[in-house]
């Protein structure tokens, strides 16, 4: 499966149960949620999936019965990246092969703190062993370091990296736009960065976001394309503070918190994340507009 129609690609929570395990039913429920409401592609296992904190036979048990209950309705990204270039590799092969997972999400390497020539190191080194193709993360307020340009550039060249999620403003997606190859995959990470990355000619978002809001997304994405740029613009702004608000603590929180309050349930968060304040809720409900 291509990506051709995956604008709004959502970096999915992963469902809990009461005790903080895996919840499967859960699962399925939010991917239909989803499905229904906008989303043209999944990113399992990712930050906002609270990837860091799930055992590996947790995130491969995930990842299957991910691919499984979407059956190929849209494309299905892994996140596989860690800051060990040797377990990378092993992570991101046992991912490939499970069935129906279409590519992998590969960070940049995280407090380590590599140099542009370690991250080309790096990458390289992870295309040409895996068995997916893959996209690099740069998101430098996580990571500690910023894959450059020009980096990104000649990673763009190898035949095994298909895109980018980039987490630093549409200034420099712009410029990343403008030197890599018209069929390399350039999204932002940023759901605030959604409509300017659009209309510098990004793909899309892998949106947090899109969990609430995806019809008005793709509503916003339609306009421009029919070149209702002020209707794009009104949207836009209508979902700018509710996309702050849903960072207004450590992510995946708010976005939990919203949807269990409108019955998609999925459970709390895994320490160090704590689920959000019991006296904010309210608060938070309403700058959701929910």
Avoid: W
């Avoid at 699962?27 to 990712?46: F, N, P, R, S, Y």
């Avoid at 968060?269 to 904010?280: D, F, N, T």
């Amino acid at each position: 499966m291509d990506f051709t129609r995956a604008e709004i690609i959502t970096a999915m929570v992963t469902p809990l149960d009461e005790q903080g395990k895996l919840d499967f039913d859960r699962l399925q429920k939010l991917i239909e949620h989803l499905l229904q409401t906008g989303t043209q592609g999944i990113l399992v296992a990712g930050t906002t999936g609270e990837g860091p904190t799930l055992s590996e036979a947790e995130k491969l048990a995930l990842i299957k019965k991910t691919v499984e209950l979407v059956a190929d309705r849209v494309p299905v990204i892994a996140g596989t990246g860690t800051n060990n270039t040797q377990t990378t590799i092993d992570f991101t092969n046992k991912v490939a092969e499970i069935p129906g997972v279409n590519a992998a999400l590969v960070v940049v390497p995280y407090y380590n703190k590599p140099d542009q020539r370690g991250m080309v190191a790096h990458f390289e080194t992870v295309a040409a062993a895996s068995g997916l193709p893959l996209f690099i993360y740069n998101i430098p307020g996580r990571t500690g370091v910023e894959m450059q340009v020009e980096t990104i550039a000649r990673l763009a060249k190898n035949k095994n990296i298909i895109g980018l999620k980039d987490c630093t403003g549409n200034v420099n997606l712009a410029k990343i736009k403008a030197v890599v190859p018209e069929d390399f995959l350039v999204y932002t990470g940023e759901d605030a960065d959604a409509l300017a990355a659009k209309t510098i000619g990004a793909k899309g978002v892998i949106s947090v976001a899109s969990h609430l809001y995806g019809k008005k997304m793709r509503k916003m994405y339609q306009a421009v394309d029919e070149g209702q740029f002020l209707l794009a613009a009104e949207l836009m702004r209508d979902l700018t503070p509710k996309m702050q608000a849903m960072f207004s603590a450590p992510s995946p929180s708010p976005t939990k918190a919203a949807l269990n309050h409108i019955g998609i349930a999925v459970g709390g968060c895994r320490l160090p994340i704590l689920s959000y304040p019991a006296e904010k809720l309210n608060e938070l409900y309403q700058k959701l507009d929910l």
